[in-house]
């Protein structure tokens, strides 16, 4: 598949983003992943989700780990400088980046493997600093690329595709990012892209470390009876709590929302976020809450969907380091350096 | 001295100096007017014949410039192949890089003995301080070495120089295995005759004692007095 070229034509009329590129201009190379893999819906929300925001595909950087999931970065956003670096350590190499130059929008992809076994310490410390980027983990309780092993995501008592019972108990990602204090926690489903593009494009307008986790079925390994992480398992059990508008610009908002049934969230960079309620119980603001409701349904056996959490005020790394707004890479010697006399002065103080 | 001294500070090194006319380098980086320009751009693109290829910061150009990083299954313009030929040009390529790279690692300090010599001694690192104590001892005992501080791998090209300009090279270390010998062996073909470990892995810090110890038994052994005056 690697050798195949994808073809450039495109019928003259497709759609245009206010950058006046097609959602052709976002994509990748041709996926060499598995025919139905839950992965490639994720890669085609991406796409749609940077289309949708009009988003210049060269000011995007693309990191990943290793697993399926981290390959897919090749398949979307081919104008992007891409990273596929080292199992588990997407997330180091991207709070690198980010601390290099705070311009560019920053896109972690990972799998569970990657982010809950691996880079499990990485996943969590850069959730903890607040990096300003979206991290999204595509979900599938297998290790795909080995042959099906069960991972660290993989529900307690799930059947692997040759029968065997998971013993372990599972690594609830979503969970631990609310613990870590990720300033935007969502889960979706990749089955489910109505509700997946929203989230990815709110995640990117969100200043702060915006973590999704993504039930991304393995077809391969991980889609039969007895799995948890199958497509018709996350149907019958996914409890959506909210549906996501995004709006963008300062235009009135027009959509026609029954009275109560929509909350307004504004964002730092004048992103509106309009949430409608399918679980009247559930508020997206109070993180304890959140923690409290997803331990019970999760006991329940259901998948929690949606946003789950938001904190519009977020701060982010750079402004707990009060870096100046200049992005590191292009400071030069006159902005960074001291100078000898500066040099002698502290030589002078250690003597 | 023990790395742990090292790292604990416990040493003193001239103070820092600051050229300020100095610039930074930043090596080959590729600018959006150089794309503009139409200059070839391949993040694995050998240009010049020293392995090291240009690079463009991410965010340079909207459509020109970018390229994914991964493993090593890609070609000249980081486009992902698996293709012999491909591979095995890019390995060529980081060879001639790491040849590159001999002469731009710190060179190591050579300092020579009273009178000439043919033989030498190589160490390196936190052997260096006991080193400069056993040189004192062995020249006072008659022993005369030239000496090599190694501070950088892959070799500099007078390390090789270093090794042709003496019948007997010692290698200090304090390792069981005689790890910088093996590298030296094997980047320069030599014969590890040669080559004499002297190797200190006790958990203590090497000393000149020991140093100047072996040293110098070594040197007694090779000294063979001749049959006829032994006789008279």
């Not at chain 1, 949708?52 to 970065?73: D, N």
């Not at chain 1, 889960?187 to 995640?203: H, M, N």
């Not at chain 2, 320009?37 to 910061?57: A, K, N, Q, S």
């Not at chain 2, 060529?92 to 033989?119: C, G, H, I």
Request: glycine fraction near 8%; proline fraction near 4%.
């Amino acid at each position: 598949m690697t050798y195949i070229a994808k073809p450039k034509f495109q019928h003259p009329g497709l759609p245009k983003n206010d950058l006046g590129y097609t959602h052709r201009d976002y994509e990748g190379k041709v996926s060499t992943l598995c025919a139905g893999c839950g992965h490639d819906s994720i890669t085609a929300s991406i796409i749609e989700a940077c289309f949708h925001l009009s988003i210049e595909p060269h000011r995007v950087a693309k990191i990943s780990g290793i697993g399926c999931s981290s390959k897919t970065p090749d398949y979307f956003l081919g104008n992007s400088h891409g990273f596929n670096s080292v199992h588990g350590r997407m997330p180091s190499v991207l709070t690198g980046a980010n601390l290099a130059n705070r311009d560019l929008i920053y896109l972690g992809v990972s799998g569970d493997g990657d982010s809950a076994s691996i880079g499990f310490g990485q996943f969590a410390h850069s959730i903890r600093r607040g990096v300003n980027m979206t991290y999204i983990v595509e979900n599938n309780g297998v290790y795909g690329l080995t042959k099906g092993q069960f991972s660290a995501t993989a529900d307690r008592g799930s059947k692997s595709k040759k029968g065997v019972m998971n013993t372990d108990n599972a690594i609830d990602l979503v969970a631990i990012a609310l613990q870590l204090g990720a300033t935007f926690v969502a889960r979706s489903f990749s089955g489910d892209k109505t509700q997946l593009v929203p989230l990815i494009e709110a995640a990117i307008r969100h200043k702060g470390a915006a973590f999704i986790d993504v039930i991304s079925p393995c077809v391969a390994f991980n889609n039969h009876a007895g799995s948890t992480k199958s497509f018709d398992y996350v149907r019958e059990h996914n409890d959506a709590v909210n549906r996501l508008d995004v709006i963008t610009g300062r235009e009135p908002i027009t959509v026609d929302y029954a009275p109560g049934s929509v909350q307004i969230v504004e964002q730092h960079d004048g992103t509106r976020l309009a949430l409608r309620k399918l679980d009247a119980d559930y508020e997206a603001h109070d993180r304890l809450a959140a923690m409290a409701f997803l331990q019970k349904h999760t006991a329940k056996g259901q998948v929690v969907t949606g946003l789950l959490y938001v904190d519009p005020e977020a701060e982010d790394l750079h402004a707990h380091l009060d870096t100046v707004d200049t992005p590191l890479n292009q400071l030069d010697e006159k902005a960074l350096c001291p100078g000898s006399a500066a040099l002698d002065k502290f030589n002078a103080s250690l003597r | 001295m023990l790395d742990l001294d090292i790292g604990m500070n416990h040493r003193l090194s001239r103070p820092l100096k600051w050229d300020d006319a100095r610039l930074y380098d930043r090596g080959k980086v590729m600018t959006a007017e150089m794309l503009d320009e139409g200059r070839d751009f391949g993040r694995y693109l050998d240009v010049d014949g020293d392995g090291i290829p240009f690079r463009t910061y991410p965010g340079t150009h909207p459509t020109k410039g970018s390229y994914f990083t991964r493993g090593t299954s890609r070609d000249r313009y980081a486009r992902y192949s698996e293709e012999g030929a491909v591979y095995a040009d890019n390995m060529q390529r980081l060879l001639r890089k790491f040849e590159t790279a001999k002469d731009m690692v710190p060179r190591p300090l050579q300092a020579n003995a009273q009178k000439p010599t043919k033989y030498g001694v190589i160490y390196y690192g936190s052997t260096s301080p006991a080193m400069d104590e056993a040189i004192g001892l062995l020249e006072a005992g008659g022993h005369h070495l030239d000496r090599l501080r190694i501070r950088a791998f892959p070799f500099h090209s007078s390390v090789a120089s270093f090794l042709a300009e003496h019948d007997f090279v010692y290698v200090v270390e304090q390792n069981r295995d005689a790890q910088l010998r093996s590298l030296i062996v094997n980047e320069n073909g030599i014969d590890p005759v040669r080559l004499v470990p002297i190797l200190h892995y006790d958990g203590t810090p090497i000393t000149a004692r020991f140093i100047a110890g072996a040293i110098g038994d070594h040197q007694d052994q090779l000294k063979v007095t001749p049959l006829r005056k032994v006789k008279s």
